[in-house]
């Protein structure tokens, strides 16, 4: 199995930039498919992005795309996600996750058994 720490997150102006990392410790991070997740107050948690165990596919969810980027360092054993034009609607905390042998096309929370802890984003208007 693989523990998930995330670090990054912060308070931003709207129009700023931010980027998360998510660092894995246990079994080979290249093992897993990476996701990232967020959870607004009140809201479920959702799908932002994804990237396979190689980091030759990706996939990013259409209210994100064009402003974040999703990528992976296996020889660092960590995941990145980063965040640029942030807006207010973006505010929520950020979740890395981990399964193996997972497509990029899985976009339910339910498919990731590992998780961090979550790092909370708060943009200003």
């Known amino acids: 199995q693989v523990q998930l720490v995330e670090s990054g997150g912060g308070l931003v102006q709207a129009g700023g930039s931010l980027r998360l990392s998510c660092a894995a410790s246990g079994r080979t991070f290249s093992y897993y498919t990476m996701g990232w997740f967020r959870q607004a107050p009140g809201k479920e948690r959702e799908f932002v992005a994804a990237i396979s165990r190689s980091g030759g596919n990706i996939r990013v969810v259409d209210s994100v795309k064009g402003r974040f980027t999703i990528s992976r360092d296996n020889a660092k054993n960590t995941g990145y996600l980063q965040m640029n034009s942030l807006q207010p609607e973006d505010t929520a905390v950020y979740y890395c996750?981990?399964?193996?042998?997972?497509?990029?096309?899985?976009?339910?929370?339910?498919?990731?058994?590992?998780w961090g802890q979550g790092t909370q984003v708060t943009v200003s208007g």
């Open positions: 996750a981990a399964e193996g042998l997972l497509s990029i096309t899985a976009t339910t929370p339910t498919t990731y058994t590992y």
